[in-house]
């Protein structure tokens, strides 16, 4: 089985600024998603729907949450060889600097990865949504007689500027690579996508971030022929075009980019669409996560429509609309949520702990009477009664002790406190 073949290495992302604040105090794949998961759970999760089991996840910026997370999550069978190993930056003495890019990355990490035993190197993003099966993936490589194969989606005239642009023949070996070219360059850069992705515009070929290297190819790249080399999008892949067999794999599935607040907040929604595009109830395509032993959700007098609603909330609102609310989430009494995602808390306030308030602070989660809309809430924050936040286009990016504001939507930062009464609906 060639899955057996197979080493994974998960990139853990550098530091993550577009994503702030919710990367203040972690990294990019440490990230709540869709109410109870990571982002690190996407790519995991597609490893072992795919086969592979042995992965290691390379951690810098913000990683102790993410490490506790891998830790206490992904625990193979003592009679399985699969695991997931953190692999955290180190300074040594042949490495004495912090991971410089996805290339130098995965270089300084060669040490710890060459004591498996593998022929294929499955390398992946771990601020990635998609669902892909990398068996069909690790065939097409096989089949092709690929030295690399990289994962490429058919995009259109407005997003291929965004994206490093591959060009293939006819056998889809790439030829050509050209990093957000501008729209004037782009006739020159159209690819055969298919009958199907032609139609709908979708004429470019963008790398996902996702490669499959022959092991002896990875190694010499790194150690030998690119040893100065820290990005693979930008250096690594480029130039080896021309020396080696590149080939592409286009995918055509639901893949997104969680690269900004506003890509983060449009995939979270997307997920209570009747049809969502990321579907979180295949079971051929499990997404796996910490298994938390929480109470199931309680509701009372709540109108809920197109809304996940995650285990151990407590609800009490009046309407919730096109929302995901995460664990352990408490909303008060009369309370109206639109558009939002709450991400949830990471404990429960006791009975005690409530009546003495000595701090006169409002309790853990959302009161009575308020109302977000276009909000992300981070964990842990207190917003008192009779609050109003309303995002919304009219809103400038600013930067607030408790609150973010980006594109018009705003982020209630991890912990924050917001007394009863404080309206932002200007």
């Not at 949450?65 to 040594?92: M, R």
């Not at 501008?182 to 490669?211: C, F």
């Not at 040893?227 to 067999?245: A, L, V, W």
């Not at 709450?342 to 701090?359: M, V």
Request: contains cysteine.
């Amino acid at each position: 089985m060639i899955s057996k073949k197979v080493i994974s290495v998960i990139l853990g992302g550098g530091a993550g600024t577009r994503l702030y604040p919710l990367t203040a105090a972690r990294s990019k794949p440490a990230v709540p998603i869709a109410g109870k998961y990571r982002l690190v759970d996407i790519p995991i999760s597609n490893c072992i729907n795919s086969n592979i089991n042995r992965m290691f996840v390379l951690t810098q910026y913000n990683s102790a949450s993410l490490n506790k997370h891998i830790k206490n999550t992904y625990q193979f069978s003592g009679f399985s060889n699969g695991f997931v190993d953190i692999l955290a930056a180190e300074q040594t003495p042949d490495s004495p600097g912090w991971f410089q890019g996805t290339a130098d990355a995965v270089r300084q990490s060669l040490k710890h990865i060459q004591k498996e035993d593998f022929e294929y190197v499955l390398i992946l993003s771990g601020d990635q949504l998609y669902q892909m099966d990398f068996a069909f993936m690790l065939k097409n490589h096989q089949d092709t007689g690929a030295d690399i194969t990289i994962a490429t989606i058919p995009v259109g005239e407005k997003d291929a500027t965004e994206f490093g642009i591959l060009k293939s023949n006819h056998e889809n070996k790439i030829t050509s690579f050209i990093e957000k070219p501008a729209i004037e360059k782009l006739p020159d850069w159209v690819s055969h996508t298919g009958e199907e992705m032609t139609q709908q515009g979708r004429n470019y070929l963008a790398s996902m971030g996702i490669y499959i290297f022959n092991k002896k190819v990875l190694f010499n790249l790194l150690e030998t022929e690119n040893k100065d080399s820290t990005d693979f999008g930008k250096e690594i892949i480029p130039d080896s075009i021309n020396h080696y067999k590149v080939f592409s794999y286009q995918y055509e599935g639901y893949w997104t980019d969680i690269g900004n607040i506003h890509s983060f907040f449009e995939a979270n929604l997307s997920l209570t669409l009747d049809l969502p595009h990321f579907n979180l109830f295949d079971n051929n395509k499990m997404v796996y996560t910490r298994a938390r032993m929480l109470p199931p959700a309680k509701i009372s007098g709540t109108t809920i429509h197109q809304t996940i609603v995650a285990e151990g909330t407590i609800i009490h609102a009046a309407k919730i609309s096109n929302s995901v609310i995460g664990i352990r989430s408490r909303i008060g009494k009369g309370s109206i949520i639109i558009s939002s995602y709450i991400i949830g808390n990471d404990f429960y306030e006791t009975i005690e702990e409530i009546n003495n308030n000595d701090r006169r602070i409002p309790k853990l989660g959302i009161g009575d009477n308020c109302e977000l809309v276009n909000v992300i809430v981070d964990k842990d924050c207190r917003i008192g009664n009779n609050v109003i936040i309303k995002g919304g286009s009219h809103l400038e990016n600013a930067d607030h002790p408790l609150f973010s504001i980006k594109e018009g939507i705003i982020v209630i930062k991890k912990g924050a406190i917001i007394n009863d009464g404080f309206q932002m609906n200007a």
